[in-house]
């Protein structure tokens, strides 16, 4: 008898769900920046179509389901979450992955998650290997948010009585070579940074006061903090604002520092990024330690006459012969005995950037260790031909 109908997974098929357990939710952008280069967007829906239908053997169902919101100008966006059997192929490939959530977030907060979800994209784009390589060899681990929430206790300062809090992280990045926990707060604008009611958790200032309470307070088990007791492992826990533009940047950095004061717990430090620059940001942090935005090498164009170039040219041969023959001389008189004489080292990164420097501007297309050949007598030129001669 045939076998059932249906399409045959691919290796391809096989990592985009694995990410999706990473992330939880992703739009077809998305997918199709990470593992479908080179590919249409028509190609990209037809096979994420295709993956919302049951596979071609026995047992295998689904293994993505087709969500979607509005956004503000009417127009549906499609997103894509793992369905059960899709769950199942994910969770082999990515062990540390955490229970699935019981329901779905509503339309209102998936684009939310899908804004922080460009910064998980640029992540995995930059730091994976290729597009067919496991997920789980990532040098970084990224929960997204869940069922699960961080329970800790907060002392009542008026009452005296200890009142039970609940943190809710978007996302929860660990950063194994780095002894790393950022606690990922996507903050779109909608909530305000300070407020007087301390019903209004959403607030910037209120989720700062909790976590630093979470960081910096003891447990009630009197294992270390409520962080510490929550993640036993010796990662150093950091708070990470992710803000949708500079000026809100600079607002929300000003009022972390107000806050925590001048000198903050040494547990306790505060990261904050816009969207634009998270995933730039984060790479450099994983890779270097450094959580600033990479600097962008500056360039000059520099109009320079030919026959300039050609006096620096034959000046740099003559320097370096110069100095390789001054060298002999040295050596050869040590080598004689009687006072020794000793010629300052030169940093040899300072002449190579210097021969690099000529040979890109003349185009000399010469070998990185071969001589720039003279295409003129190597006279010294008069002093006042020279355009540095009286500088």
């Given at each position: 008898m045939p076998g059932p109908a249906g399409y045959v997974r691919t290796l391809r098929d096989d990592r985009l769900l694995a990410y999706l357990g990473i992330a939880r939710y992703a739009s077809a952008e998305q997918l199709h920046r990470l593992f479908f280069d080179g590919a249409s967007k028509k190609q990209t829906y037809r096979r994420l179509g295709t993956l919302c239908e049951p596979g071609g053997q026995a047992g295998e169902g689904p293994c993505l389901r087709r969500l979607a919101y509005r956004r503000r100008d009417g127009l549906e966006v499609p997103v894509w979450a793992l369905a059960p059997f899709g769950r199942s192929i994910a969770s082999r490939q990515v062990p540390w992955l955490r229970p699935p959530a019981s329901t779905d977030i509503g339309a209102r907060f998936l684009e939310h998650t899908l804004v922080l979800n460009d910064a998980l994209v640029g992540l995995v784009l930059a730091l994976r290997v290729n597009s067919a390589a496991p997920l789980h060899d990532l040098p970084f681990r990224w929960l997204s948010e869940d069922d699960e929430s961080l329970g800790f206790q907060v002392l009542h300062a008026r009452t005296g009585r200890w009142l039970q809090s609940v943190l809710k992280p978007d996302a929860i990045m660990t950063i194994l070579a780095r002894r790393r926990r950022l606690f990922i707060e996507a903050e779109t604008g909608s909530q305000s940074i300070a407020t007087a009611h301390p019903d209004r958790t959403g607030a910037v200032l209120s989720k700062l006061d909790r976590y630093r309470t979470y960081f910096t307070d003891p447990a009630s088990d009197g294992h270390g903090t409520w962080y510490r007791s929550a993640f036993p492992d010796d990662h150093e826990p950091r708070l990470v604002f992710v803000v949708h533009s500079d000026e809100r940047r600079g607002k929300v950095q000003r009022a972390v520092k107000e806050r925590l004061g001048m000198l903050p717990p040494k547990e306790f430090r505060v990261l904050v990024m816009t969207f634009a620059e998270a995933s730039g940001v984060l790479v450099r942090y994983v890779r270097e330690g450094v959580a600033e935005p990479a600097r962008p090498r500056r360039e000059r164009v520099?109009?320079?006459?030919?026959?300039?170039?050609?006096?620096?040219?034959?000046?740099?041969?003559?320097?370096?012969?110069?100095?390789?023959?001054?060298?002999?001389?040295?050596?050869?008189?040590?080598?004689?005995?009687?006072?020794?004489?000793?010629?300052?080292?030169?940093?040899?990164?300072?002449?190579?950037?210097?021969?690099?420097?000529?040979?890109?501007?003349?185009?000399?297309?010469?070998?990185?260790?071969?001589?720039?050949?003279?295409?003129?007598?190597t006279h010294p030129p008069p002093a006042s031909s020279a355009p540095w001669a009286n500088r």
């Open positions: 520099v109009r320079v006459d030919e026959a300039v170039l050609e006096e620096v040219r034959n000046g740099f041969n003559a320097l370096t012969d110069a100095l390789r023959a001054c060298r002999q001389v040295i050596t050869d008189h040590n080598q004689r005995g009687g006072q020794q004489l000793d010629l300052p080292a030169m940093s040899g990164s300072a002449i190579r950037a210097l021969r690099g420097f000529v040979v890109t501007v003349q185009g000399a297309g010469v070998a990185p260790d071969e001589p720039l050949r003279r295409s003129v007598p």
